[in-house]
């Protein structure tokens, strides 16, 4: 594979694009629960919690968040052990994963 030089418009546009995709599925993966809220709410919390359903609602999204934060820690952690790239190919197999799992749930 041809390896682009960092001082041309080129570079620096593809980098641009790479940046803005990688936010996009950042946030379309973090906030996937939101997509599902009415869902959440009706067919799980309703069953145990009726007339709740928001305030468990947000219990259920602050641990969700959360986990996210400590994930990162960890995940700091395993960059210094594996590396930049084995790390970055793990990190997105993870995320796919995840994804199509609660999609698949959903």
Request: with cysteine; aromatic share 18%.
């Amino acid at each position: 594979m041809a390896r682009l030089d960092p001082n041309t418009a080129k570079f620096r546009y593809t980098l641009l694009l790479l940046n803005c995709l990688l936010t996009f599925g950042s946030y379309y993966c973090f906030d996937m629960p939101a997509n599902l809220e009415d869902y959440i709410k009706d067919q799980v919390i309703h069953g145990f919690a009726p007339g709740e359903e928001n305030t468990y609602y947000n219990y259920f999204y602050l641990v969700y968040s959360w986990t996210n934060m400590l994930m990162s820690l960890c995940a700091g952690v395993m960059v210094d052990r594996l590396g930049k790239e084995k790390s970055m190919y793990l990190f997105v197999s993870f995320c796919i994963i995840g994804s199509a799992v609660y999609a698949l749930g959903a």
